[in-house]
């Protein structure tokens, strides 16, 4: 006990001399700066907790979606085709949707060559009843018609549990609008008509 007083005394002594008070205080002092800027830091990272953020938001309950369902059914596409006079040439690319006795604008194609116009590389179609001017030949198709932006290249995304998921599909043919899926999809499959990522967590748009 004597001793540990003997100390106490010479700490005393030693803590008045000026230069060592010197030291103290500045000890003092940082060991204050650093406890006030450890906690702004605390403060600062709470916060950051309990700030909203939509991307993790949207990774934690799932990324919102429209949809669609699956449905194999008939249904027409349109073709454009520009007629003059009752006539019309378009491309060999296009030739095989256009048939005799198939509906356009007002009126009908009465016949589709099949032989190439020497002059224009093209096929003459003719037509009746039809005025002159950008016209739809209607076709009828049958399979999954599904929004052409939904498709991208050769794919389409589904609903897998509650998860994306690229489904590889054969396209029979689309129009500006529509694209028929003739294969890769099933009745009741449900088809994202949003913009995601394979595999990205989703949540059906109510």
């Known amino acids: 006990m004597e001793a540990l007083l003997e100390k106490f005394e ?8 000026p230069r060592n008070k010197k030291r103290i205080y500045a000890v003092l002092v940082l060991i204050v700066v650093l406890w006030v800027i450890g906690r702004f830091a605390m403060v600062a990272v709470e916060n950051r907790l309990f700030v909203f953020n939509p991307a993790r938001a949207a990774a934690d309950s799932g990324l919102i979606v429209e949809v669609m ?12 085709v520009t007629v003059k006079g009752n006539r019309a040439m ?6 095989g949707v256009l048939k005799p006795g198939q509906k356009i604008g007002d009126g009908v194609i009465v016949s589709v060559s099949r032989g190439i116009d020497l002059d224009t590389g093209m096929h003459t179609v003719r037509t009746r009843g039809v005025a002159d001017g950008l016209n739809y030949a209607e076709y009828e198709m049958h399979g999954f018609f599904v929004p052409a932006y939904a498709v991208i290249g050769s794919d389409v995304f589904v609903v897998d549990g509650d998860r994306a998921a690229r489904r590889h599909v054969k396209i ?14 099933h009745d009741g499959d449900v088809i994202i008509l949003s913009r995601v990522s394979d595999g990205v967590k989703v949540k059906i748009k109510k």
């Open 10 to 17: 010479q700490l005393k002594v030693w803590s008045k001399r």
């Open 69 to 80: 369902e699956a449905k194999n059914m008939s249904g027409v596409l349109t073709e454009p």
């Open 172 to 185: 029979a043919r689309t129009d500006a609008d529509t694209a028929v899926i003739t294969d890769g999809l």
């Open 90 to 95: 378009v491309s060999g690319g296009r030739v």
